[in-house]
């Protein structure tokens, strides 16, 4: 007792001060990207702030205007939102600005503040603390809120409505009116929001399901009261809306009805299958959510059906598609590898936009445009997410890990904080963060400065530095393989070819046969790129074909325009002035060490250490790159590697004196590195 009393008034724990540290960091980040949110409003001028509400409550508005609300395709919401607006035109107009950028502010903040609330218990009070300031950060980040910001939309609104009415337990105990009451008035500003009344009815809510259509039936009749001609239009006319706005068959509209319109169907042909899929849909979503609800994960149960709403929808426009990012908090997976791929996949789709989520090609780029539809239907329909009372539902089977363990090089310090995981990653989650990986090192290259002076400076740095040590080769072997026809073509296919395909093809290898390697192999490869992607920004370099007057030639593109160069596709898409350090002999680099682990037969090892070697011929020979530049290459793959020894150890760990490779998939009876092999277990591996 005593002890426990001089622990409690030492002081706080280093867990308890990492937990506030945290939680500091993450509530400083909420609160940048809000304010980047506010400035990106006021920046602008009074006429280019909320485009949207500029149109409602303008000069000529269709809040001013004495006919039809319908009769631009400015305003889209039911005639109730009209008419709840109305009083606010005053208001707004005085207060365009300040006061509704803050307002929706507030508005995106208490929407994240209830979801995080309203995460199915216990909630261990670490993962409490830290949910609300993730939950601001996820919404404000969000496509939905992010792109329509600056627009004043007021679709926030039914959905923290919803939340209020179907989670928090204040309004959810007793009869539920209240909550009811604020569902209808939900369904009133955004129709399809009325599929929760049904949620409620299906979950033993039946008063506040009779709440919800009372209100709703209450709010649509004033509006028919007070705009009857209105009222027609949108139910009758438009069908609920569904003829307003943007054209529905574009890419805008994420529902099932816009993705039957693009694919060519058109009239009957178009709307059976849509009503048969959107019943279909309707009604396994809503079992499901029903479902969620009873089992206490009422915040997941309100996200499924809002995601059966945004997929029936016969508009669902950017807007209207917050109710995905909800589904984030399903728990998929019973190991804690897979864990992370349902929200990383829902973050990544509500976050970013479909080229970055997915190549422009044409077999990929219908899964990026689609892609807000798809996770809709995924989290309604498909997504297996696990009950309360499931094994592994609070506690996923933890990965198998190793200490970290020193190689030939003892004296180099080991981060002993960091475990090695020894089974392969889930496939899907790597593929996605491969993807955006990517996508952010084609990005930061293409972003790095490119002022032509200074690269073109920096050229003749890297030239005057290789004169001056005696390897200036490039001019002599460039000409020297601009005469072979033959040489020239075989060094431009191999420059155009094997720099993605022999490590794609390494890591698809190590995945599937060396998994353990795998994990090794890919951070020394983040980790090398990074620091190639800071060179790019500290050193924008001119490679040897696009400096001017000195007679290199471009065997692949040929002569150029150095003012206007002229590369085809490359042109837009890759900043030229991105040479210094050179991924080409830094990939290809890497591509041999892990060959050189890897490997057993000694001619296999000299193949892949011949690679980087073929690699430096080519680069120099195209005139693409440096001696210089491969000497950069070199070293930021060194300090990947270095990096990932400090961290795990080595490729291969040291067992006495003979090197034992990085085990494959563990099993559970299998021994960790380190452990003595049995006479079983050595002769299987020899076979």
């Known amino acids: 007792m005593a002890n426990a009393q001089r622990g409690a008034l030492s002081g706080p724990t280093k867990e308890g001060s990492g937990v506030r540290l945290a939680l500091g960091g993450l509530w400083v980040l909420a609160g940048v990207l809000a304010a980047r949110q506010a400035v990106a409003v006021l920046r ?174 209450a709010c649509t009749g004033t509006a028919w009261v007070f705009l009857p001609d209105d009222s027609w239009t949108y139910w009758v006319h438009h069908a609920a809306g569904a003829g307003l706005g943007h054209a529905a068959h574009g890419l805008a509209n994420q529902s099932l009805h816009g993705l039957l319109l693009r694919l060519g169907l058109h009239g009957p042909a178009e709307l059976a299958p849509y009503g048969l899929l959107a019943a279909a849909v309707a009604v396994l979503g809503l079992r499901r959510a029903a479902r969620y609800a009873r089992d206490g994960q009422v915040l997941l149960a309100t996200a499924v059906a809002g995601c059966t709403a945004v997929a029936i929808s016969p508009t669902a426009w950017q807007h209207q598609q917050l109710w995905i990012l909800l589904a984030v908090v399903g728990r998929v997976g019973k190991r804690r590898a897979d864990r992370l791929v349902w929200p990383v996949l829902v973050v990544l789709v509500m976050t970013l936009t479909s080229t970055v989520l997915m190549p422009d090609n044409p077999f990929l780029r219908p899964l990026g445009n689609n892609a807000p539809l798809l996770a809709a239907l995924l989290a309604a329909c498909v997504v297996p997410f696990l009950p309360r009372t499931a094994e592994g539902w609070e506690r996923p089977v933890p990965t198998p890990v190793a200490e970290p363990q020193r190689g030939r090089f003892g004296w180099v310090p080991l981060l002993r904080f960091w475990k090695r995981p020894l089974t392969r990653p889930n496939v899907l989650l790597e593929l996605m963060l491969i993807r955006v990986g990517y996508w952010v090192y084609q990005y930061v290259r293409g972003q790095a400065p490119d002022g032509r002076a200074l690269a073109e400076a920096h050229g003749r740095q890297i030239l005057g530095a290789e004169e001056f040590l005696h390897m200036d080769v490039e001019h002599g072997f460039n000409h020297f393989v601009a005469a072979s026809g033959w040489l020239t073509r075989g060094m431009n296919y191999y420059y155009g070819t094997f720099h993605f395909l022999v490590p794609v093809s390494l890591l698809v290898y190590l995945y599937v046969r060396r998994p353990g390697t795998y994990r090794w192999a890919r951070t020394a490869l983040s980790l090398a790129t990074l620091l190639a992607l800071a060179g790019f920004w500290a050193y924008p370099l001119a490679p040897p074909r696009l400096m001017p007057g000195l007679g290199f030639v471009d065997t692949a593109n040929g002569p150029q325009d150095l003012d206007h160069p ?118 299987a591996a020899k076979g």
């Open 566 to 683: 002229d590369f085809g596709a490359l042109t837009e898409l890759s900043n030229q002035y991105a040479a210094m350090p050179s991924l080409h002999i830094g990939w290809s680099l890497w591509c041999g060490v892990v060959i050189a682990v890897v490997a057993r037969k000694p001619w296999v090892k000299c193949l892949g250490m011949l690679y980087p070697s073929l690699t430096l011929v080519v680069i120099v020979g195209t005139a693409n790159h440096y001696v210089l530049d491969a000497v950069g290459g070199a070293l930021v793959v060194l300090f990947g590697f270095a990096v990932q020894y400090a961290l795990s150890g080595p490729g291969r760990q040291v067992s006495g004196k003979v090197p034992v490779p990085v085990p494959a998939a563990r099993g559970e009876s299998d021994p960790l590195p380190g452990d003595r092999p049995s006479a079983a277990g050595a002769q």
């Open 44 to 217: 602008l001028p009074p006429e280019r702030r909320f485009t949207d509400l500029g149109r409602w409550i303008g000069e000529h508005g269709v809040l001013h205007v004495r006919g039809s609300l319908y009769d631009t395709d400015r305003f889209t919401g039911p005639p109730f939102e009209g008419l709840a607006l109305k009083p606010l035109t005053n208001a707004a107009e005085h207060g365009l600005g300040i006061v509704w950028t803050f307002g929706t502010l507030l508005l995106v903040v208490a929407l994240a503040l209830a979801a995080a609330r309203c995460l199915p218990g216990p909630v261990p009070r670490r993962t409490a603390a830290l949910a609300a300031p993730v939950a601001v950060i996820l919404t404000v980040a969000s496509l939905p809120v992010r792109n329509t910001f600056t627009l004043g939309q007021t679709s926030i609104i039914p959905v923290l409505l919803v939340l209020l009415g179907c989670c928090l337990p204040r309004l959810a105990r007793g009869p539920g009116r209240t909550g009811g009451l604020l569902v209808g008035l939900a369904a009133a500003l955004q129709p399809v929001v009325l599929l929760f009344a049904a949620l409620l009815w299906l979950t033993g809510r039946r008063r506040a399901a009779a709440a919800a259509g009372v209100t709703f039936a």
